[in-house]
């Protein structure tokens, strides 16, 4: 440390060596205020304090707090691991159900008013539904065979040729 | 050879390594390099946050805070940077933040009197006017904002020089210069008001 004789000289600098005088030489602590009285507040400052308990139980406390931290940071960890399964599941789910769509999609296209669910019979029943029903023919050319049936429950079939009917009867 | 034995034996300076060297340390895994980081700077943070603050346990929950922040972000510590100015920007904006959150300013005029140094009966008369400067501080600088309060005590207290303390705030150094002139102002008229027998040796030198 600087000599009062010293720092009574340069009293008014801001010069580290003055500073350390200042704030540890009671006898020049009025001294230096009468010459620059910004040095009243200066003369507490510079001293590095410690915490109430001490470096030792505050740097514990601080690891304390870091460890607690960090096994929170773990399993937040882990807690986003799941969710990024859960995302990955969820994007195959909807691929799948995308997929499935479109495939029903095409297939309506094929026949529109059928569903695909329907079976065989019922479709060539409909298809034909949309042909005229014939219920009387007459005709000086054609030809009718009726095919005998096997019973009462069994379709009775008739067969009709005839050169000017059209093709698609 | 005695050059060779130098080279083998470690000085003191080659077994601590410095902030940076810490910091990669703890960067690449190692918590007790953090323990070690933590054990060199709790001085300097306790001080300057008890100086903002006004308070010990305050400043105690805070300078932890400041450790549990500086741990969180070191990822984002530039090393190309003094890593005490990193600190005390961390230190700051936290302090800043306490301030304008919390109103402790009440308390903290009547609970600095742990910290004041114990003495011999022989510097008494000179102790208790350490302790009375200490206290006026904290009953004039009331006054101040919290950027303020910050500016001076880095200024004044911390000795740290305008243009670090620009570096420490991210702002410009004029705007540094301008609020320790209005905290000197604002301070020097508080003590007019309150402590008349101090607000004389500005007068007389004016």
Known sequence: ?169 | MAAELRLMIPTNESVEPDDRQLVRTIRSGDPDAFEQLVRRKTSKVYSLCYRIIGNAEDAKDISQLVFIKLWENLEKYDPAYAFDTWLYRIVTNVAIDFMRNKQSRENAVNSNLRLVKTSTDAEQGVVVQRKEIENVFNTVSDVLSPKQKTIFVMSEMDDLRSSEIAKILGCRESTVRNHLFNARKLMQQQLKKRFPEYSRLWEERS
């Open chain 1, 1 to 169: 440390m600087m000599s009062c004789q010293s720092f009574r000289a340069n009293a008014e600098s801001r010069e580290p060596e003055v500073l350390e005088h200042l704030r540890k030489c009671d006898a020049c602590l009025e001294y230096a205020v009468s010459v620059d009285p910004d040095h009243f507040f200066r003369a507490i400052g510079g001293e590095e304090l410690e915490p109430p308990g001490g470096v030792d139980a505050f740097t514990a406390d601080v690891m304390a707090q870091v460890r607690l931290r960090q096994a929170e940071g773990s399993v937040a960890r882990r807690f986003l691991i799941a969710p990024r399964r859960l995302a990955a599941a969820a994007v195959i789910v909807v691929a799948i159900g995308a997929g499935a769509l479109v495939y029903e999609r095409n297939d309506q296209n094929v026949g529109p008013t059928l569903s695909r669910s329907a079976p065989a019979e019922s479709r060539r029943h409909v298809i034909t539904a949309t042909k005229p029903i014939v219920e009387t023919y007459q005709s000086q050319g054609a030809t009718i065979v009726e095919i005998p049936s096997q019973g009462s429950n069994d379709a009775s079939v008739v067969m009709i040729f005839d050169d000017s009917l059209p093709a698609d009867l």
